[in-house]
């Protein structure tokens, strides 16, 4: 076949596939539709909006002890494991206890024997004194006797101050003899009000009250002072603990900013933050924040919260957040005028309780805002108020 021909042959079945397409299609398009849009349609209300940052929180008590003995000395009893609940003044543990009772007897027998010394010393400074008084009486009739004509040798004077001399000798003695016993006694005294305060100390009490988070030691192991035996947790002083991006730092005020915490079931909480970290973790640039949780809820620490920080509040203009439309990459509200939707581009500001801020939304004070139905609408489209 000639070149001509194998073109007229190619147009024939190029009109043939045209024309069947063509066929295909229907008559004409429809018609736009100008059936005006069913919308409902309010005016932007005067609210007070909140700044919010919400974070994940977790309970913390602000009250963490590490119990540990007061003495040395073998666990003999350990009454408590972790996730006990304990009450202030409950016996957590014992040390060395029948070692400590023999150490108080012991303390009271030599408390007794030092008493007893010092009686015996009290006598004997009693009998020099007596003798003393006798050596000193003896002196001064030998003297008189000595004096008066030589009535005794002088020989037999000299031994009477001698004699003298040896009593009152004696009376220190006896006396410096009591001092030391009530010195002894003293420290007898001293030695039993320790050992019954290591008796006293032996028995460990929950300084508050609180729960057993970890159990370090067991009955039977050694106990030192200064080795934690275990931690107790208050759960009377409890707090929220959590982070925020570094951007909000200035904004947390300890004592002024507020925390509401979340339960599961929905229930709200509020309180001031207490305290803001004095640097920014890193990785990850964030700041601790931590607020007072009310004593009534009794949660346990460790529990994980929700919790919405407010950094601030003002009054604005606002509508449902479901009224602001995107427009080619613009947020707009439709308003209605004269029967047709208009779209007046808006800038978002703060959002709470399902409404948002619109600022500088002075002039769409008395607008009727399209908050039904936006979602079909462009600018220009007809609307019917409902």
């Keep these: 076949m000639s070149r001509k021909g194998t073109f007229l042959v190619r147009e024939l079945t190029l009109g043939m596939l045209v024309l069947g397409m063509a066929g295909c299609r229907p008559s004409s398009a429809p018609p736009t539709s100008t059936e005006p849009i069913s919308v409902a349609v309010a005016q932007p209300q005067r609210r007070t909006f909140r700044q919010v940052v919400r974070a994940h929180g977790t309970v913390q008590s602000k009250v963490v002890v590490r119990v540990t003995p007061l003495v040395p000395g073998r666990i003999d009893e350990l009454n408590v494991d972790e996730g006990d609940r304990v009450e202030k003044g409950q016996v957590l543990f014992q040390i060395e206890r029948v070692t400590l009772e023999h150490n108080v007897r012991i303390a009271e027998d030599n408390l007794r024997v030092a008493r007893a010394s010092v009686r015996d010393a009290e006598a004997a400074l009693a009998d020099a004194r007596v003798a003393a008084r006798k050596a000193e009486a003896d002196l001064q009739r030998a003297r008189a006797l000595y004096e008066k004509d030589r009535a005794i040798p002088l020989d037999a004077l000299e031994r009477a101050e001698t004699t003298a001399e040896h009593a009152r000798a004696a009376v220190a003695r006896a006396d410096a003899a009591l001092e030391l016993a009530k010195a002894r006694e003293q420290q007898a005294v001293t030695s039993l009000e320790i050992a019954r305060k290591q008796l006293d100390d032996s028995v460990v009490r ?50 002024t900013s507020t925390v509401t915490v979340v339960s599961e079931t929905g229930q709200r909480w509020q309180a001031p933050v207490r305290y803001r970290a004095p640097s920014v973790q890193t990785p990850g640039r964030i700041v601790e924040v931590r607020a007072d949780l009310p004593v009534e809820l009794h949660w346990v620490p460790g529990r994980p919260v929700e919790v919405e920080l407010e950094l601030g509040r003002r009054e604005g203009w606002g509508v449902p957040e479901d009224a602001v439309a995107l427009r080619r990459g613009s947020h707009v509200v439709f308003v209605v005028r004269d029967g047709v939707a208009r779209a007046v581009p808006v800038r978002m500001g703060w959002r709470t309780e399902g409404y948002v801020e619109l600022m500088e939304a002075d002039e769409l004070a008395r607008e009727s805002v399209v908050v039904d139905g936006q979602s079909f609408l462009r600018d220009g489209s007809p609307v019917r108020v409902r």
């Design 206 to 255: 929950a300084p508050l009250r609180g729960v057993v988070t970890r159990r370090l030691m067991r009955a039977g192991e050694f106990g030192a002072p200064g080795t934690p035996v275990l931690v107790l947790e208050s759960t009377e002083q409890l707090e929220v603990s959590f982070h925020v991006s570094e951007q909000h730092y200035a904004a947390v005020l300890p004592g």
